[in-house]
T-cell receptor, first 112, second 115 residues
Framework: QQQVKQSPQSLIVQKGGISIINCAYENTAFDYFPWYQQFPGKGPALLIA?????SEKKEGRFTISFNKSAKQFSLHIMDSQPGDSATYFCAATQGGSEKLVFGKGTKLTVNP | AAGVIQSPRHLIKEKRETATLKCYPI?????VYWYQQGPGQDPQFLIS???????DKGSIPDRFSAQQFSDYHSELNMSSLELGDSALYFC??????????????FGPGTRLLVL
């Protein structure tokens, strides 16, 4: 059973557009939600992360929106660039556990 | 900035052979995690170590074992390899004083192919 559900599986965006990837979770014990970017053949790279006491966090062109009551969080990539083309994973972990639970990933393609 | 180092980067083994994967965390990081990622799949947590002690365990087969050494590097030992073990194996590390499981930085991975 997938503890973190991610959508869409794939996303195509034009250069300069906004990319939006959504994740939902059931386990209310989760208290840390990172997003990772992975290029083919490379390790996941930590992009940005949020805790439930904050509804939004922005770092450059990347923004996480968090809705605690709906148990949902999303990644927005503003002014998407072809270099952003990669697979994005949302993840979650809970206090007392060291394992990250990942979503299934979203393959983002930004067309020039 | 220094990153997590994994070796080897690629490994080809036959069924029933053994393999040892090595991970060198970012300097001064004291927690190491191992993940397995199948083709087109999300990474699955295997095991983690904090200060040389096993700290959490996931879906790691009994055929696999791991340890963290005094210099904080870690090794994942895989025996009786099966075709299904073919995957990317990632090591991640996190700095001291970070909350459990947070701020994990991943290495480039070891691609294991079992024939």
């Amino acid at each position: 059973q997938q503890q973190v559900k991610q959508s869409p599986q794939s996303l195509i965006v034009q250069k300069g557009g906004i990319s939006i990837i959504n994740c939902a979770y059931e386990n209310t014990a989760f208290d840390y939600f990172p997003w990772y970017q992975q290029f083919p053949g490379k390790g996941p790279a930590l992009l940005i992360a949020i805790r439930p006491d904050v509804s939004e966090k922005k770092e450059g062109r990347f923004t996480i929106s968090f809705n605690k009551s709906a148990k949902q969080f999303s990644l927005h990539i503003m002014d998407s660039q072809p270099g952003d083309s990669a697979t994005y994973f949302c993840a979650a972990t809970q206090g007392g556990s060291e394992k990250l639970v990942f979503g299934k990933g979203t393959k983002l393609t930004v067309n020039p | 900035a220094a990153g997590v180092i994994q070796s080897p980067r690629h490994l080809i083994k036959e069924k029933r052979e053994t393999a040892t994967l090595k991970c060198y965390p970012i300097p001064r990081h004291d927690t190491v995690y191992w993940y397995q990622q199948g083709p087109g799949q999300d990474p699955q947590f295997l095991i983690s170590f904090y200060e040389k002690m096993q700290s959490d365990k996931g879906s790691i087969p009994d055929r696999f074992s791991a340890q963290q050494f005094s210099d904080y590097h870690s090794e994942l030992n895989m025996s009786s390899l099966e075709l299904g073990d073919s995957a990317l194996y990632f090591c991640a590390s996190s700095p001291p004083n970070s909350r459990l499981g947070e701020t994990q930085y991943f290495g480039p991975g070891t691609r294991l192919l079992v024939l």
